[in-house]
């Protein structure tokens, strides 16, 4: 079965070479343009470009699938490519450009999506990142038959993953993982005519928008649990910061002491050592074990401390 590929950072990587080691046909790979990257700023191919020129696969870059938009000659160009390599299914993982109809069409199979979910919950952007954030105990993966809306086709495979306390940065390896290995089940049942799609509920759907720059700054009213949730959820973009004077500093590990009642305003340090950072919340103490200053590394307290003086009574700025 020849299988076309559409996506564009580790995630989708992951499964690209999955569907090739699988022994599938790939006769033709999209990705984003390459992109500035870098303290140079040069120009830089995305992993999955880098995969596919690694295993001689051809590869499109478009700015645009729109044969109506801003660049339809882009669009047109990318069309006569899909059309020549005459996939019988098309497989997206965080593309990051809009399938309009036509490339939902294009494929006698359609297309399927690697989305990291249990859908309905968290259409969108960000999932991983938002399902960290809300306190879910549960995410997975679904592959999902895609259609015109935003992540609301039918369900092909559903598998479900405990976060636990993991980062971003370890969910995502986690579910990449997973995906690869669904979406090589979903093209073998593929194949087989035994994909049995099933519609979304329509109750519980959620939408994970994108993660901004800004979101990064710790409002330290909140609860000590929520903002280690987001601490965890922001690692390793934005990275979660809190700035102290003139200074911004990164935390990237941190425990949460609900039932340790600070008494001082939320911000306060509490006490500062080897073992940690505590620091007066909205709701209990929040305890970080993992810091970084800037244009410094990220350090366990004790050796960040060395570096960078704080003392109990400082206040990190709501």
Same mark, same amino acid.
């Given at each position: 079965?020849?299988?076309?590929?559409?996506?564009?950072?580790?995630?989708?990587?992951?499964?690209?070479?999955?569907?090739?080691?699988?022994?599938?046909?790939?006769?033709?790979?999209?990705?984003?343009?390459?992109?500035?990257?870098?303290?140079?700023?040069?120009?830089?191919?995305?992993?999955?470009?880098?995969?596919?020129?690694?295993?001689?696969?051809?590869?499109?870059?478009?700015?645009?699938?729109?044969?109506?938009?801003?660049?339809?000659?882009?669009?047109?160009?990318?069309?006569?490519?899909?059309?020549?390599?005459?996939?019988?299914?098309?497989?997206?993982?965080?593309?990051?450009?809009?399938?309009?109809?036509?490339?939902?069409?294009?494929?006698?199979?359609?297309?399927?999506?690697?989305?990291? +979910?249990?859908?309905?919950?968290?259409?969108? *952007? =960000?999932? /991983?990142? %938002?399902? &960290?954030? #809300?306190? @879910?105990?549960?995410? $997975?993966?679904?592959?999902?038959?895609?259609?015109?809306?935003?992540?609301?086709?039918?369900?092909?495979?559903?598998?479900?993953?405990?976060?636990?306390?993991?980062?971003?940065?370890?969910?995502?390896?986690?579910?990449?993982?997973?995906?690869?290995?669904?979406?090589?089940?979903?093209?073998?049942?593929?194949?087989?005519?035994?994909?049995?799609?099933?519609?979304?509920?329509?109750?519980?759907?959620?939408?994970?928008?994108?993660?901004?720059?800004?979101? +990064?700054?710790?409002?330290?009213?909140?609860? *000590? =649990?929520? /903002?280690? %949730?987001? &601490?965890? #959820?922001? @690692?390793?973009?934005? $990275?979660?910061?809190?700035?102290?004077?003139?200074?911004?500093?990164?935390?990237?590990?941190?425990?949460?002491?609900?039932?340790?009642?600070?008494?001082?305003?939320?911000?306060?340090?509490?006490?500062?050592?080897?073992?940690?950072?505590?620091?007066?919340?909205?709701?209990?103490?929040?305890?970080?074990?993992?810091?970084?200053?800037?244009?410094?590394?990220?350090?366990?307290?004790?050796?960040?401390?060395?570096?960078?003086?704080?003392?109990?009574?400082?206040?990190?700025?709501?």
């Amino acid at each position: 079965m020849r299988v076309a590929f559409a996506g564009t950072p580790e995630f989708a990587r992951s499964a690209l070479q999955a569907i090739a080691d699988a022994g599938f046909d790939i006769p033709l790979v999209l990705t984003q343009p390459d992109r500035p990257a870098g303290r140079g700023m040069k120009l830089q191919a995305s992993p999955v470009k880098q995969c596919a020129l690694a295993n001689g696969w051809p590869v499109a870059q478009p700015r645009s699938l729109r044969l109506d938009g801003k660049y339809p000659e882009d669009a047109a160009a990318a069309r006569e490519a899909l059309l020549a390599a005459r996939p019988d299914v098309m497989v997206v993982a965080a593309y990051g450009l809009i399938l309009p109809q036509w490339v939902l069409d294009l494929p006698r199979l359609g297309c399927l999506n690697i989305h990291a +979910s249990l859908l309905p919950r968290w259409r969108g *952007a =960000a999932p /991983i990142q %938002r399902a &960290i954030e #809300a306190g @879910d105990s549960h995410t $997975g993966v679904t592959i999902m038959q895609m259609d015109a809306g935003l992540d609301t086709g039918d369900m092909l495979l559903v598998e479900s993953l405990a976060i636990g306390d993991d980062s971003c940065a370890r969910l995502h390896d986690r579910l990449a993982e997973q995906g690869a290995r669904l979406v090589v089940q979903a093209l073998h049942a593929a194949e087989a005519g035994t994909l049995a799609p099933l519609p979304q509920p329509a109750e519980g759907v959620s939408y994970a928008h994108k993660i901004e720059k800004a979101e +990064s700054r710790i409002d330290w009213t909140l609860p *000590a =649990a929520q /903002i280690e %949730r987001r &601490i965890r #959820a922001f @690692d390793p973009f934005p $990275g979660a910061t809190g700035q102290i004077g003139a200074e911004t500093v990164k935390l990237w590990r941190a425990t949460a002491l609900p039932d340790a009642d600070a008494g001082a305003p939320p911000g306060t340090v509490l006490q500062a050592g080897g073992e940690g950072v505590r620091i007066a919340t909205g709701a209990g103490q929040l305890r970080v074990t993992e810091l970084q200053r800037a244009g410094g590394k990220r350090l366990p307290a004790g050796d960040f401390l060395r570096g960078f003086e704080l003392k109990p009574g400082q206040i990190f700025e709501a």
